[in-house]
């Protein structure tokens, strides 16, 4: 079977997790293909999406039967960006994911699978995308070794969404606890957009670090 995999930020996170999954394709014995660019996209049978943050034109969505995109909410709530960093800043320790089917209106394709990350609301970032990253890859070879014999469910009930963060929603309260904030300090990046707070005028960074 002709699959392709984009991810078209080649610095993501979320690489290493697509290569394994590109390996355990091959060894399940289809034809692969991991690609950066949308316009690389080849005539198949599927194409998965992964950690891609732009919106695929859809001249390309006719080039495979389906196209497939990983989503972390209960679809239709939670559309938007950056679904799981949202949540845990709301306080939730488990954190659905979805894989659906990816049509021109964002986020609305039919839901052919959903599972759920668990989390002890201890976790720092990178272990809450590792954790993310396998949780992808379960639900996308799940989705490969079900095919065809797999059917969508239209999405229902009440959409919401989600805006894109900025490296200003990192800001600590120096008025509030470490307690208070830590899920914020859970998911910050320290080199891309880390923690910090600003006390008379000058800003000030904080990193952060499990223990080994």
């Not at 950056?82 to 979805?98: H, M, R």
């Amino acid at each position: 079977m002709l699959i392709t995999l984009l991810c078209d930020n080649p610095n993501s996170w979320i690489i290493p997790y697509v290569k394994d999954i590109e390996k355990e394709l091959i060894d399940m014995k289809h034809d692969v293909t991991f690609i950066h660019d949308y316009k690389d996209i080849r005539k198949g049978e599927l194409a998965f999406f992964l950690g891609c943050e732009r919106i695929i034109p859809p001249e390309y969505l006719k080039l495979n039967k389906h196209n497939l995109v990983v989503h972390e909410s209960y679809l239709p709530q939670g559309k938007g960006w950056s679904p799981l960093t949202w949540q845990i800043l709301e306080g939730k320790n488990e954190i659905p994911i979805t894989l659906f089917e990816a049509v021109e209106k964002v986020d609305s394709g039919d839901i052919y699978i959903q599972d759920v990350i668990r989390l002890n609301g201890s976790e720092l970032l990178t272990k809450i995308k590792d954790l993310q990253g396998k949780a992808t890859k379960k639900i996308v070879l799940e989705f490969v070794k079900k095919y065809p014999n797999i059917q969508g469910k239209k999405q229902n009930g009440q959409e919401s969404f989600y805006r894109r963060r900025k490296p200003e929603d990192s800001e600590l309260d120096i008025n509030k606890s470490i307690e208070e904030q830590f899920n914020l300090l859970r998911v910050v990046d320290n080199e891309r957009y880390p923690a910090f707070f600003y006390r008379q005028g000058k800003k000030y960074i904080i990193k952060i670090y499990e223990e080994d």
